[in-house]
């Protein structure tokens, strides 16, 4: 049985750095294409950032380019998220997703596994 447990959210301050990790159980984590979503009570879904199956394309959403960066340990079999330049709108509930498939797609559906989430609140 795949399991994703995420880990790494907490209160941080707007312009802080964070790292959000994402272990993968059951599996081994370069045979899934992941990505990060995050939701706001209410919201949709949105996506964050991906990472395709072989590592090689990474996708991020415009509101986080250039300030995060996705990385895989297939050693550790976990997925890093590190984002910078926080901003009280980044406050949101983060998902680590993953699809058994070789690209990353930006809709949730398309998503076979899901982690229980970790809340980041960034203040202002």
């Known amino acids: 049985q795949v399991q994703l447990v995420e880990s790494g959210g907490g209160l941080v301050q707007a312009g802080d750095s964070l790292t959000l990790s994402c272990a993968v159980s059951g599996s081994t984590v370069s045979e899934f294409a992941m990505a990060w979503f995050r939701q706001v009570s209410g919201k949709d879904t949105e996506y964050v950032a991906g990472i395709s199956k072989g590592g090689f394309v990474k996708y991020y959403a415009p509101f986080v380019r250039g300030r995060a960066t996705i990385s895989r340990d297939n050693a550790k079999n976990v997925i890093d998220l590190q984002v910078s330049s926080l901003k009280p709108e980044d406050t949101a509930f983060y998902y680590c997703?993953?699809?058994?498939?070789?690209?990353?797609?930006?809709?949730?559906?398309?998503?076979?596994?899901w982690g229980q989430g970790t809340q980041v609140t960034v203040s202002s």
């Open positions: 997703a993953a699809r058994r498939e070789v690209s990353v797609v930006m809709r949730p559906t398309s998503y076979d596994y």
